[in-house]
């Protein structure tokens, strides 16, 4: 099985390289289509670097249209009504932009195996149970964000695993607070103006203020009720143990409810899910 490993290392640096190539190319296109939507040539290119891109994650996923990347690529193409029901008819930009996404995710997975031991085929490796679940906050506004609590989701999940309770728990709650944000700042101040919101700006407010004016909005439940005391003052408890030295013990309890209010705010902003 030893002699096999560098061949699959191969695989993996070449699949890396061309990837690269393949995000490169997308925001190429990404640019021209920004600064010339209607030219025939960039439309011609963007079709010919989708082909290309599928042919790619085709070869990944092992042709299988049930594995994550294929079902990522997929989802690339639709948007989504308000109830949360997937329809086509998504921009060629944002298109773009998901499916460079798609490939920095496969990029993230292949990175993470050159130390495997198993040799069974880059398809299986790449499907295993480790790689994650794409496009879970599809539902966040700003693009800029989704890649960031994607994977500070990924990390909040392992810390909790490790007994990290601590750090689960913060992470959840920064989450909350950054998936919040984003709705409300979607909603708007003015529309936000008969939910109690207070002056100033969104990105001001205090943490139990944004999710108070964001039920009170309709964004959310009731869900938060479920939060401990000790994940409503997170950032205020940080800010003490920065100081001070000491750190505030987070129980297992404390971290798991944490968590199970995230994914159930997660649910109330994403209809879909």
């Not at 061949?7 to 390289?17: A, F, G, H, N």
Request: proline fraction near 4%.
């Amino acid at each position: 099985m030893e002699e096999n490993l560098p061949d699959l290392r191969t695989q993996i640096e070449t699949y890396l390289t061309h990837l690269d190539g393949l995000i490169r190319r997308g925001r190429q296109v990404r640019d021209t289509l920004t600064a010339e939507p209607s030219n025939p040539a960039a439309m011609a290119a963007t079709r010919a670097w989708q082909e290309d891109c599928g042919v790619t994650i085709n070869q990944l996923s092992g042709g299988s249209k049930a594995h994550w990347l294929a079902r990522s690529f997929s989802e690339s193409f639709l948007m989504r009504t308000a109830d949360g029901r997937a329809v086509t008819g998504a921009a060629p930009t944002e298109i773009v932009t998901r499916l460079i996404e798609v490939l920095e995710q496969a990029v993230a997975t292949l990175s993470g195996m050159g130390d495997r031991t198993d040799a069974s085929g880059l398809a299986t490796a790449s499907a295993s149970s480790e790689a994650p679940p794409p496009r879970r906050f599809e539902f966040v506004h700003s693009a800029e964000l989704r890649p960031v609590v994607e994977q500070a989701y990924i990390d909040s999940k392992r810390a909790f695993e490790k007994g990290d309770y601590d750090l689960a728990l913060r992470t959840s709650c920064g989450i909350l607070e950054a998936i919040v944000t984003d709705a409300l700042e979607n909603k708007g101040q003015i529309a936000l103006a008969g939910s109690g919101a207070p002056a100033g700006k969104i990105g001001d407010w205090a943490f139990e203020t944004r999710l108070a004016v964001a039920e009170e909005a309709g964004l959310i439940r009731g869900g938060c009720a479920r939060l401990p005391a000790v994940a409503r003052s997170y950032r205020d408890r940080a800010k003490v143990n920065g100081e001070s030295g000491l750190q505030t013990t987070i129980s297992e309890r404390d971290a798991r409810q944490a968590g199970q209010v995230l994914n159930v705010i997660m649910r109330d902003l994403d209809p879909g899910r």
